[in-house]
């Protein structure tokens, strides 16, 4: 099984945890807050650190399928987890073109991560006797890898300018 029941237990587990933790706080401050509160900034630093888990779960597994079977699952947990945070950390909604073009780095790249998911199921369920499919979809794995890779670069570039951004103003 590529992505077992506990892990995405666990995922839905932090994810109605991250939304409690919202709408307290939103409850409690009498209006939502943002990214510039303190509760958004920890939100967000929470979410930059899972992302960076996720970066650093994913880098290491290379082109072996073999290897996607144990770090596979943790990569789309923490890379989702990081998504929702980023979220909440943004106060579900966006107050520029800046900051909706940087919530879709991180989106497009768990659509690409998601792509690669189902490339690699694919692969491995796939009839010995279909060497063309095989080969096809490994052309396929290849490119989705590549933008994957492109859009993480992206993500981290971003990441840093905005860390920056708020360290200058």
Do not use: E, K
Request: aromatic fraction near 16%; charged fraction near 10%; glycine fraction near 8%.
């Amino acid at each position: 099984m590529l992505f077992p029941l506990r892990h995405l237990i666990a995922l839905i587990f932090f994810i109605l945890l991250l939304t409690t933790y919202y709408f307290y706080f939103s409850w409690s401050l009498g209006d939502s807050y943002s990214g510039r509160t303190f509760q958004g900034r920890l939100l967000g630093v929470i979410g930059l650190l899972l992302l960076l888990a996720s970066f650093f779960s994913g880098a290491g597994r290379g082109q072996n399928l073999d290897n996607h079977l144990v770090r596979y699952p943790w990569h789309l947990l923490l890379g989702s987890l990081s998504i929702c945070f980023i979220l909440a950390h943004a106060g579900f909604h966006f107050g520029n073109l800046f900051a909706a073009l940087g919530f879709l780095f991180p989106l497009s790249l768990g659509l690409s991560g998601f792509l690669i998911f189902i490339v690699d199921y694919s692969n491995i369920h796939l009839v010995q006797d279909a060497q063309a499919s095989h080969a096809r979809l490994l052309r396929l794995r290849r490119r989705c890898v590549s933008i994957h890779a492109i859009l993480t670069a992206g993500l981290i570039a971003f990441v840093l300018i905005h860390i920056l951004s708020i360290v200058y103003y």
